[in-house]
């Protein structure tokens, strides 16, 4: 295996770690199927979406009153 592979099999783990997290459930993705580049892209989706929840469960706990 060389270094890009192993690189790429890290991200293929961050990117699973990163959906578990986020939705609590295992999804049958094959992340093989995508390149290292698409998969830094899917990463940083996942981590725009949880900050984005983060920020609308703040607004919520800021201004209750508010939708």
Do not use: C, H
Not at 21 to 44: P, S
């Amino acid at each position: 295996m060389d270094a890009s592979e192993a690189r790429r099999r890290r991200l293929i783990d961050v990117v699973r770690g990163e959906i578990s997290r986020a939705t609590g459930r295992r999804y049958q993705i094959d992340l093989d199927a995508l390149d290292e580049k698409n998969l830094q892209e899917l990463l940083r989706l996942l981590r725009d979406l949880d900050g984005e929840k983060r920020s609308a469960v703040q607004r919520a706990r800021i201004f209750p009153w508010q939708r």
